[in-house]
């Protein structure tokens, strides 16, 4: 593989990267023992990048069970933020559940450091510079030797890269946005900003959680949409847009999988996408594509059906600022509506 600098840290890394969120887990094979395999082929075939998160039940776990004796050849990134128990406290970026929730994820991944410790999600409740603080110390300790955060809006990363500044503290590298055929909303502010920062980008989705592998078509019922897994599979947007690409994957002569993941590293923005195979023939599928280069009439047409900037619906796991989650955040209390 030819491997991509992160950001500017001189970290180098694969333009794939491996997402642990379904191996050890419920969700996607809850075998072990084939998921340490899946991890170890995805090493034999140049994938150095893992990324994996303390939320995702036993993925550390399992990371680390299939890191032994591999661990230096390998860049490590976990994240932390979302809840992991009943307590109110076991969640969120305060340094007090930073400092918690560092130890157990070197504990499961049975490792002494970790090369990028991501927030998972952004925490309102949280001051900025709180957050970065305890990550600072993390990487001055050693347990940590960068830090990056997931799903931030554009004025996020400018807040934090100010606050990093002001404050004379470690300030984020990388980003780990949603990036897909679908959902390409990050190139109007979040990939420049990054870039002018010089941050990595590692994206999520680029399946469009399944919608992207041409198992979801018009009319048809596939397993994943009569289980009513995701949302998404029922926005008639989305399946528009699909039916479009699909002919335009087989024009091309490349599987929809195929199509999709060459397109989301394409962009120079981009330093690598997460991939998440379940089983080890997805697996084969996703790495028989790694050497594909999209020409430009191919992105051109693609330009076409979803313009640049734009998202077609959203993903069930997107990230909705609490301003749209809380109406109480956007309506002044009745009684000064009335006084008004």
């Known amino acids: 593989?030819?491997?991509?600098?992160?950001?500017?840290?001189?970290?180098?890394?694969?333009?794939?990267?491996?997402?642990?969120?379904?191996?050890?887990?419920?969700?996607?094979?809850?075998?072990?023992?084939?998921?340490?395999?899946?991890?170890?082929?995805?090493?034999?075939?140049?994938?150095?990048?893992?990324?994996?998160?303390?939320?995702?039940?036993?993925?550390?776990?399992?990371?680390?069970?299939?890191?032994?004796?591999?661990?230096?050849?390998?860049?490590?990134?976990?994240?932390?933020?979302?809840?992991?128990?009943?307590?109110?406290?076991?969640?969120?970026?305060?340094?007090?559940?930073?400092?918690?929730?560092?130890?157990?994820?070197?504990?499961?991944?049975e490792t002494d450091y970790i090369d990028l410790y991501?927030?998972?999600?952004?925490?309102?409740?949280?001051?900025?510079?709180?957050?970065?603080?305890?990550?600072?110390?993390?990487?001055?300790?050693?347990?940590?030797?960068?830090?990056?955060?997931?799903?931030?809006?554009?004025?996020?990363?400018?807040?934090?890269?100010?606050?990093?500044?002001?404050?004379?503290?470690?300030?984020?590298?990388?980003?780990?946005?949603?990036?897909?055929?679908?959902?390409r909303g990050i190139e109007r502010e979040v990939l420049p900003i990054a870039q002018r920062y010089g941050m990595g980008i590692l994206v999520w989705g680029p399946l469009a959680q399944g919608m992207l592998t041409g198992r979801i078509r018009r009319g048809q019922q596939t397993d994943l949409r009569r289980a009513g897994l995701f949302k998404a599979f029922s926005d008639e947007r989305r399946i528009d847009a699909v039916e479009m690409l699909i002919p335009l994957a087989e024009e091309a002569g490349l599987p929809m999988t195929h199509l999709a993941i060459a397109f989301a590293i394409v962009h120079p923005g981009v330093t690598s996408a997460i991939v998440g195979p379940h089983t080890m023939e997805q697996l084969d599928d996703l790495l028989a594509g790694a050497d594909i280069t999209l020409p430009d009439e191919i992105l051109d047409r693609i330009d076409e059906i979803v313009p640049p900037g734009t998202d077609v619906g959203t993903l069930d796991q997107a990230y909705v600022p609490p301003a749209l989650l809380d109406p109480g955040l956007r309506r002044r209390p009745s009684g000064e509506r009335a006084a008004a």
């Open 1 to 109: 593989m030819q491997y991509r600098t992160l950001g500017r840290t001189g970290i180098k890394v694969s333009p794939y990267a491996l997402g642990a969120l379904a191996l050890g887990t419920s969700i996607g094979n809850p075998d072990h023992d084939e998921s340490v395999r899946i991890i170890h082929k995805a090493l034999a075939a140049g994938i150095n990048f893992i990324d994996t998160a303390d939320a995702y039940g036993e993925s550390e776990d399992v990371v680390g069970k299939a890191l032994k004796g591999r661990r230096d050849s390998v860049v490590l990134a976990t994240k932390f933020g979302r809840p992991t128990g009943e307590d109110p406290n076991q969640q969120g970026t305060s340094r007090r559940w930073i400092m918690t929730a560092v130890e157990n994820s070197l504990r499961r991944l």
């Open 118 to 183: 991501q927030v998972h999600r952004p925490d309102a409740a949280t001051d900025i510079e709180e957050t970065l603080s305890a990550l600072s110390d993390l990487v001055r300790s050693g347990k940590v030797r960068a830090i990056g955060a997931s799903q931030t809006p554009a004025s996020g990363i400018i807040e934090a890269q100010w606050a990093a500044e002001r404050r004379g503290l470690e300030r984020f590298r990388t980003e780990q946005p949603p990036y897909s055929l679908l959902s």
